[in-house]
Every structure is written in C-alpha cells, then in structure tokens.
C-alpha cells in the first residue's frame, strides 16, 4: 500500500483538476445541451435525438478532459490498481492456512492478543468461536474501520451509494468471519492506512503542495499583505512639526 501511495497521489491530482476545470462546464454543456419542456422537465423528440444529444455531450466531455490533462480514468486508475494486490494477498493468506504448509508457524507466528493467526472467529455459519473470544476482536476492528472509511470518504455526499458501500461489510459478516485471523490482521493493516490517508488528505497543507488544490494557498508562499508607500519627506517634516 505505501509503495502504490504516488498512484493515489496522482489520481487525487487527476481528479482536483477535473472537478474544478471540467466539471463546471461539462455540467452548462449538459444544461444547454437538454431540451425542456414548460415544466423544466427534459424533453426529446425521439429516441435519435436522445441519442445524438448524448454523443455531442459525451464528445465535449471528450475535449475538455483532453484541453485540461485530466482524462476520467486517471481518476479511477487508484482503486483498480489497489485491487489486483488487495485480492491477490487476501487468497495467497487463506491459501497457507488451508493448505497447511506453513500452518505451525502461522499458529505461533502472531503477537499480543492474537498470537494464533489461523483461528477463526465462526467455526460454522454464525457459529462464533467461543472456545476464543478474542477471536471476533479483528473481525470487529476491520468492519468498524470499513465503516468508518465509507463515511469519511464519502461524508454528506451520494448517499444511495454510501448506504451500499456500508451495507457489503455488514452482509458479508457471515462468511468473512469464518476466515482465518492472519487475513484480518492485513485488512486491519490496509484499513488503518487508507484511514490515515484520508484524515491527512483533509489538511490544507497536503492539498496546498500534495493535491495541489488552488484553492489553498502553499506553504511558503508570501502572503497577502498590503504594501504601504513611504511618507514623503514633506510630510515627515510637517507631521514631526505638528508633535
């Protein structure tokens, strides 16, 4: 994760120039482009017209991201390149627990509370391991973080797809609660970074010089302080007259 931070970095950039040099026009473009009836609700003749308005719109869309060097899927190219390595260690972790080649190791290989690395925290379907309560303590910590990752990602914005996102962990509980510790401890790990990212990406400092959001001035830069004249001699001489 910390060796993929320069590809968030650049889509974090990609998407800060999107959102405040494409956006604004991509949306008047979509307004002027979408015929109204007298209620202000969109009307098309037929279903070429539809279309023939969505190819002009999709066109300048085109254009814009092309003026501006900020294409859509650089936006998007952070998660789907996370993703590959998210799942790839995710199976090759089950894989040495269920194979049980290095099972001995796994079982003595882990730290404070969670010293066994291939207990479970359900035995069987919403069966919980009772023998281990302990068990349920990483399982519980990367759901809450999971959760707590969507809201700050997301805050006020897209509600419907903020309810989804936070519903997958919750209706997945009975089958990820059935893998073995050593997967929680890395999407514990994985949570916590993506956690910190986002509390960090809040700064004005990073978005000064990391995000390079205009909208806040960099660190460094003179600022804005209004420059008076110097007093012309006269009116020193005059002024220290008066005292």
């Known amino acids: 994760r910390v060796s993929l931070l320069p590809v ?11 959102a405040q040099n494409v956006s604004p026009k991509f949306w008047k473009m979509h307004r002027d482009l979408t015929p109204r009836d007298a209620n202000g609700r969109p009307k098309f003749d037929s279903v070429k017209h539809l279309t023939d308005q969505y190819k002009e719109l999709l066109s300048g869309l085109n254009d814009l991201t092309r003026k501006h ?7 998007f190219a952070s998660p789907f390149i996370q993703l590959p390595f ?8 089950r894989k040495l627990v269920v194979e049980g080649k290095y099972q001995q190791e796994l079982m003595t290989g882990g730290h404070l509370w969670f010293t066994d ?22 399982p519980l910590s990367a759901t809450s973080l999971a959760l707590l990752n969507v809201q700050l990602a997301f805050g006020d914005r897209f509600p419907l797809l903020k309810k ?16 073995p510790a050593c997967l929680f401890v ?20 990073y978005r000064a010089n990391v995000a390079l959001d205009p909208t806040f001035q960099r660190l460094g830069a003179a600022p804005d302080v209004e420059v008076k004249e110097p007093m012309k ?11």
Not at 69 to 75: A, E, G, L, R, S
Not at 86 to 93: E, K, N, Q, V, Y
Not at 186 to 205: D, G, K
């Open 8 to 18: 968030s970095i650049a889509s974090e950039r990609n998407a800060v120039r999107f």
């Open 69 to 75: 060097n900020c294409p859509v899927w650089k936006t």
């Open 86 to 93: 998210f799942i790839t260690l995710s199976l090759a972790l």
């Open 117 to 138: 690395l291939t207990t479970v925290a359900c035995d069987e379907f919403l069966k919980f391991n009772t023998a281990d309560p302990s068990a349920l303590l990483l």
């Open 164 to 179: 989804v996102l936070q519903l997958m962990p919750i209706v997945f509980l009975p089958v990820t609660y059935q893998l």
């Open 186 to 205: 890395y999407w514990v790990s994985s949570f916590a970074l993506t956690t910190t990212h986002i509390l960090v990406r809040r700064q004005p400092w």
């Open 233 to 243: 001699p006269e009116e020193g001489e005059e002024a220290g007259g008066r005292l």
